[in-house]
T-cell receptor, first 119, second 117 residues
Framework: EPEVTQTPSHQVTQMGQEVILRCVPI?????FYWYRQILGQKVEFLVS????????KSEIFDDQFSVERPDGSNFTLKIRSTKLEDSAMYFC?????????????????FGPGTRLTVL | AQTVTQSQPEMSVQEAETVTLSCTYD???????LFWYKQPPSRQMILVIR????KQQNATENRFSVNFQKAAKSFSLKISDSQLGDTAMYFC??????????????WGLGTSLAVNP
């Protein structure tokens, strides 16, 4: 069964350093997302991406964050200068856009996550 | 505002018994989908079940079923014959559709379920 993959599973970095989190979405999906979850807290939406551009972003997704789909398979999240408060689990998700007789169905499938630790 | 409320931060159940997790949501949109996701200790986010708001029939997936009450904006998850592997955090979430391509999931805070032997 197709699945979303993410690398690395755990990234440790120093404050102020740049990190790139990588994701390979399910191959025929059209929509891509990044969410994050600070330990023990709510899942937070960061950004959605469709047709090679950002379709929505949250207040968290400031100028320090960027996303890219550099080729036909990878979807990356870059944090330019990490802060302590960026320490979290980062989830990539993807979804298709299948139109059924009753409307759309759009289930997001998640990768296993990347645990980012900023020291 | 679009919100999801899970009023039970923690629950426990004995193995083989049935448990129901509560979820209420608030939206003014008419076209939306509801989901339950499970997050075991590994922290992976796993889809458990989904419900299309336009469908009156409650969704079922093996031991998992929902009680969807659209007028009350309630979407509870019932787990039958609970197994030790069901121990996890359970998140209720929904997506609504409007004219744009905005499809972010709106999440509840989660319910931590412990299945006891």
């Amino acid at each position: 069964e197709p699945e979303v993959t993410q690398t690395p599973s755990h990234q440790v970095t120093q404050m102020g350093q740049e990190v790139i989190l990588r994701c390979v979405p399910i191959s025929n999906h059209l929509y891509f997302y990044w969410y994050r979850q600070i330990l023990g807290q709510k899942v937070e939406f960061l950004v959605s991406f469709y047709n090679n551009e950002i379709s929505e972003k949250s207040e968290i997704f400031d100028d320090q964050f960027s996303v890219e789909r550099p080729d036909g398979s990878n979807f990356t999240l870059k944090i330019r200068s990490t802060k302590l408060e960026d320490s979290a689990m980062y989830f990539c998700a993807s979804s298709g856009a299948v139109v059924t007789s009753g409307g759309r169905t759009d289930t997001q499938y998640f990768g296993p996550g990347t645990r980012l630790t900023v020291l | 505002a679009q919100t999801v409320t899970q009023s039970q931060p923690e629950m426990s159940v004995q193995e083989a018994e049935t448990v129901t997790l509560s979820c209420t949501y608030d939206t003014s949109e008419s076209n939306y989908y509801l989901f339950w996701y499970k997050q075991p200790p590994s922290r992976q986010m796993i889809l458990v079940i989904r419900q299309e708001a336009y469908k009156q029939q409650n969704a079922t997936e093996n031991r998992f079923s929902v009680n969807f009450q659209k007028a009350a904006k309630s979407f509870s998850l019932k787990i039958s014959d609970s197994q030790l592997g069901d121990t996890a955090m359970y998140f209720c979430a929904f997506i609504f559709y409007n004219a744009g391509n905005n499809r972010k999931l709106i999440w509840g805070l989660g319910t931590s379920l412990a299945v006891n032997p």
